[in-house]
C-alpha cells in the first residue's frame, strides 16, 4: 500500500508531484488506485474530446488510433498524454526520500481510521 501511495509523487521524467492529477485534471478526467490483500489496482480515465484549445501544448497534438470516437479515427492527445505519466511510475519513479515521512503518516492514518471497520479489517 506504500508503494502505492509512492508511485504517485514523480517521476524522473514528470518530476512535479501533481503532473499526473494535473494532467488528467486538464483532460476531463481522474484516477485512484486501490492495494488489497494480493494486488494493487491503479486506474484512470480521460476524456475523448480534443483539448487542442488548451494553453498546453501536450494536449493539442493528436494520435492516429482505431476508435469509434470520430469518423477520422482521432482523438485527442489525452490518453497518450496519461498513458505516458502512467507508465513512468513503473519505469522511473523517483521515491524521493523528502516524501517517506509523509507518506508512511498517510498510510498509516488510513490504517488506524479503517482498522474497527470491519470490511477493512482484511487489508
Not at 36 to 61: A, I, Q, W
Not at 97 to 113: D, F
Amino acid at each position: 500500500h506504500f508503494h502505492e501511495h509512492m508511485l504517485f509523487l514523480g517521476t524522473e521524467k514528470y518530476p512535479k508531484e501533481e503532473e499526473y492529477e494535473d494532467f488528467l485534471g486538464r483532460n476531463g478526467g481522474a484516477s485512484n488506485a486501490y492495494t488489497d490483500m494480493e494486488d494493487t489496482n491503479y486506474y484512470f480515465n480521460v476524456s475523448p474530446l480534443d483539448h487542442s484549445d488548451d494553453d498546453d501544448e501536450e494536449t493539442s497534438e493528436e494520435v492516429e488510433i482505431e476508435s469509434s470516437v470520430d469518423n477520422d479515427g482521432k482523438v485527442s492527445s489525452a490518453l497518450s498524454g496519461a498513458l505516458d505519466r502512467f507508465a513512468q511510475f513503473f519505469i522511473s519513479p523517483l521515491f524521493d526520500e523528502a516524501m517517506l515521512e509523509r507518506e508512511l503518516r498517510a498510510v498509516n492514518s488510513e490504517y488506524l481510521n479503517g482498522r474497527t471497520a470491519d470490511n477493512w479489517r482484511n487489508y
